[in-house]
């Protein structure tokens, strides 16, 4: 058997991570940690980590004056995302939240085609269709009410959607600048606004809430976000878009296992149903040159 290349084990490392995160943020939400000060408290840990690092290896965090509506974009699409991904998190099972966005390619894919970057073909079409289909069976699995689950899926959708916003919006700015640069810089901007929202929610949070949820906060930190971030640009580098976008399809079915495994989580029939058809939506549409998608929050 041949050795595992380094940028297998980096793909590796990133699925992993990515697959634990929403189990470990649902663990942390549950157990004493308000959505919008958690948030708050990873993402502005985040953002100083990345211009720490940028500092130190580049000198600069600078931003040509011609990309900042593109960072203004992008950082609108973090603050958003995170509103939607907390709460559904909060609101609803992980494995739902993992099965939902494993939709994220798909709504990359419909943007860059409504931005003119990406043309599609019939292929496309059909596999959108099949992983809207699946998201619809996941949301009917949830019942009927705007609450609790079928409202952790509908922010899920959200959440999916606006990551893919994010994608699409930074994959101008790969090309010109390191990913902790670009990490620095939107993360600080996306920061602000989610300070803004979430400042009565961390004024009022009681953060005494055990070394154990502060153990797996740090590790949702400096893993899913930091660490992924790094690896995740690296392999895009050297590997291309259409090779290492294969991870970001696997990641949230992956994230599903970890979640009824660890968290003992009961899903329907319906709702597996569902990730089964995102799923084989994926596979139908994916095509040799795809959006990149960024590391997941």
């Not at 269709?129 to 609450?147: K, P, R, T």
């Not at 606004?193 to 809430?209: E, K, P």
């Not at 690296?234 to 878009?241: E, Q």
Request: hydrophobic residues 55%; positive net charge; proline residues 4%.
């Amino acid at each position: 058997m041949r050795r595992p290349q380094p940028v297998e084990l980096m793909l590796l490392t990133v699925i992993v991570l990515w697959a634990l995160n929403i189990t470990v943020m649902r663990y942390i939400l549950t157990h004493g940690f308000r959505p919008l000060a958690f948030a708050t408290t990873r993402y502005g840990t985040a953002a100083l980590i990345f211009i720490g690092i940028s500092l130190v290896v580049e000198r600069s965090i600078r931003i040509a004056r011609r990309d900042w509506p593109l960072v203004g974009a992008a950082a609108l699409a973090v603050f958003l995302n995170q509103l939607a991904f907390v709460y559904a998190v909060k609101t609803t099972t992980a494995s739902v939240v993992a099965i939902v966005l494993g939709a994220t390619p798909i709504f990359a894919a419909l943007l860059g085609l409504a931005l003119r970057t990406e043309s599609v073909s019939r292929r496309f079409w059909l596999g959108a269709a099949i992983s809207f289909g699946g998201v619809g069976l996941v949301a009917a699995g949830a019942g009927g009410q705007l609450s609790g689950n079928l409202g952790g899926v509908l922010l899920g959708i959200c959440a999916a959607a606006t990551w893919a916003a994010y994608s699409v919006a930074i994959t101008p700015l790969m090309k010109r600048y390191s990913p902790q640069r670009i990490s620095a810089i939107v993360l600080s901007a996306g920061w602000v606004g989610i300070a803004i929202a979430g400042s009565q929610q961390t004024r009022a949070q009681d953060y005494s809430v055990g070394w154990h949820v502060w153990a797996l906060f740090v590790f949702a930190t400096l893993g899913p976000l930091v660490l992924t971030n790094l690896l995740f640009f690296r392999a895009l580098h050297r590997i291309g878009p259409a090779r290492a976008t294969l991870a970001t399809n696997l990641q949230p079915f992956i994230a599903a296992v970890f979640a009824l495994v660890l968290l003992s989580e009961r899903m329907t029939a319906i709702q597996a149903a569902g990730g089964l058809c995102i799923a084989a939506g994926i596979v139908v549409a994916r095509r040799r040159s795809a959006t990149p998608i960024a590391p997941a929050d």
